[in-house]
């Protein structure tokens, strides 16, 4: 897609060891020109990582790999950002800065005009800029970012109190999830599953640690169709598909409590997670 590129001061280099999974969406409540020059100004100590136009322009401020400073959580008690006023689970949960594991778009649009919602063009730019977000971080990190409602979010989710208008109640979350979703599901309709016999290769053979509600991806290869995989403790991880590309059949774990459980293949257990 078309992203014209601009250069924010306004950021951390890095996440601080995080990884992005979580997409968060805000309003300018401003112009598109005026937005992008003020979130490059070094004196808004603010930024974004894109800003979509009503026209359906897009602009990156900040890189992927780097943390904007666009939707902050603190750690200090009693801080009217704190951490724990979200009612998001996985932001209580991680406890730190949400700037670090999050992806920043920014919508063109004043709150009291418009409420959050997009215009036609600005509602499929940021479609596609999410399915690219999605792409890049599966290249970069690894992760595909589920297209759920606790990983494409609001602000308003992060900081209800203070933030309770970001992007606004009309904000079209059922319209662009589904539109996100409507690429990834074009799946062949007949899943063909391997028999428990066939030959099965796996990407990970050593053992992970993995923090609480946080997943991982591994990768089975099987040319006689979808191998059977599973927890040896759905309490502990949980194991579900996520996509396939040829041979390769990718499955998310994620953590659920702590403690130790086995992942098994084809009734074998190939390595064990610690939830930690
Ligand atoms: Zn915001």
New binding site residues.
């Given amino acids: 897609m078309n992203i014209t590129q601009k250069s924010s001061p306004n950021h951390y280099n890095g996440r601080n060891g995080w990884k992005p999974d979580m997409i968060v969406c805000?309003?300018t409540d401003g112009n598109y020109d005026g937005a992008v020059s003020w979130l490059c100004n070094p004196r808004a100590e603010a930024s974004a990582h894109y800003v979509v136009s009503r026209a359906g322009q897009v602009a990156q401020l900040v890189s992927l790999t780097d943390a904007a400073w666009?939707?902050g959580t603190s750690a200090t008690a009693g801080h009217a950002y704190h951490y724990s006023t979200s009612t998001l689970p996985l932001v209580r949960q991680r406890a730190t800065n949400a700037n670090y594991y999050t992806i920043s778009i920014e919508h063109e649009g004043m709150y009291n005009q418009t409420h959050g919602t997009l215009t036609a063009a600005q509602q499929a730019a940021t479609v596609e800029l999410i399915k690219h977000i999605r792409a890049e971080v599966q290249r970069l990190y690894g992760i595909i970012i589920p297209v759920d409602r606790q990983h494409i979010v609001g602000?308003c989710e992060i900081s209800p109190r203070e933030?309770p208008t970001?992007?606004g109640e009309k904000f079209p979350w059922t319209d662009i999830l589904r539109q996100v979703q409507g690429a990834s599901q074009a799946k062949p309709a007949a899943i063909r599953y391997a028999l428990k016999t066939a030959t099965v290769r796996s990407d990970t053979t050593m053992d992970i640690t993995l923090p609480l509600v946080h997943s991982y991806i591994y990768k089975l290869t099987c040319a006689a169709g979808r191998p059977l995989t599973n927890s040896c403790n759905s309490n502990i991880i949980d194991i579900s598909f996520d996509h396939q590309s040829g041979n390769d059949y990718f499955f998310r774990c994620t953590a659920k409590r702590r403690g130790c459980a086995g992942v098994a293949v084809n009734g074998h257990k190939i390595f064990a997670v610690k939830v930690v």
């Fill in positions: 805000h309003i666009c939707n602000h933030k970001c992007p």
